[in-house]
């Protein structure tokens, strides 16, 4: 089981981008690579951006809108995602806005006799 990922950053670097930016998971499996889903709106349509390293630069955003964000570690067998981490973009842009999301609480998920069981630890 990979480990969350940890210590989402959102940087909004223009009115319609955002760099997603966390902290590599210690423990659990192997990480063998990263996914970024992030989704907007009533309709909550999540979308997906492949991420070899420990940031993601997504453009083509919606302006003057808020989107939520989490980061899922994949292994081999199994995933961890983060905790969800919201930014809403601004238009105009004035190039502070900063948003900082903390894994508390943060689950871990653990797979037991065939039974997966999700584990919250309050840090």
Same mark, same amino acid.
């Given at each position: 089981?990979?480990?969350?990922?940890?210590?989402? =950053?959102?940087? &909004?670097? @223009?009115?319609?981008?955002?760099?997603?930016?966390? *902290?590599?998971? $210690?423990?659990?499996? +192997?990480? #063998?690579?990263?996914?970024?889903?992030?989704?907007?709106?009533?309709?909550?349509?999540?979308?997906?951006?492949?991420?070899?390293?420990?940031?993601?630069?997504?453009?083509?955003?919606?302006?003057? =809108?808020?989107? &939520?964000? @989490?980061?899922?570690?994949?292994?081999?067998?199994? *995933?961890?995602? $983060?905790?969800?981490? +919201?930014? #809403?973009?601004?238009?105009?842009?004035?190039?502070?806005?900063?948003?900082?999301?903390?894994?508390?609480?943060?689950?871990?998920?653990?797979?037991?006799?065939?039974?997966?069981?999700?584990?919250?630890?309050?840090?």
């Amino acid at each position: 089981v990979a480990s969350d990922p940890f210590n989402i =950053t959102l940087t &909004q670097t @223009s009115a319609t981008s955002v760099i997603v930016e966390w *902290s590599q998971p $210690s423990g659990g499996a +192997t990480v #063998t690579g990263y996914v970024v889903h992030y989704s907007h709106g009533v309709d909550n349509i999540n979308q997906r951006v492949a991420a070899s390293s420990t940031s993601s630069n997504i453009t083509h955003l919606d302006r003057n =809108t808020s989107y &939520q964000f @989490s980061v899922e570690a994949t292994s081999e067998h199994v *995933s961890g995602e $983060s905790n969800n981490c +919201t930014i #809403t973009l601004f238009d105009p842009f004035d190039g502070i806005n900063v948003v900082e999301c903390d894994p508390v609480p943060q689950s871990q998920t653990v797979l037991l006799s065939k039974v997966r069981v999700k584990i919250w630890v309050c840090m």
